[in-house]
């Protein structure tokens, strides 16, 4: 089992910038592949980035050069940074977890986090 806790969610303007952290536990960090979606009101959840084990990156095309994914695995820790932020980014981002990178990108990963609020006020 892993389990993974978000924090770093909040209200901030159209144009700012956050940072979302998710800490991991419960497996070999270095192992898994990370990623982060969203669920904004009314819509399905989607994804948004992913890093791989090895450090490779791919991103949703909405938030490509806007975000930028990071791994700490010293401190195994996924991070989110999002700037130039719109208010269409308002949503729940979800951490999540799996051996293979494939199945983050295809949505269905092992391991889910239960989310933090990013609000955008327009």
């Known amino acids: 089992q892993v389990q993974l806790v978000e924090s770093g969610g909040g209200l901030v303007q159209a144009g700012g910038s956050l940072r979302l952290s998710c800490v991991a536990s419960?497996?070999?960090?270095?192992?898994?592949?990370l990623g982060w979606f969203r669920q904004a009101p009314g819509k399905e959840r989607e994804f948004v980035a992913v890093i791989s084990s090895s450090g490779g990156t791919y991103y949703a095309a909405f938030v490509k050069g806007r975000s930028t994914i990071s791994r700490d695995n010293a401190k195994n820790t996924v991070y989110l940074q999002m700037d130039s932020l719109k208010f269409e980014d308002t949503a729940v981002y979800y951490c999540a977890a799996d051996s293979r990178d494939i199945a983050l990108r295809v949505g269905r990963p092992d391991y889910w986090g239960q989310g933090t609020q990013v609000t955008v006020s327009s």
């Open positions: 419960g497996r070999t960090f270095s192992n898994y592949a």
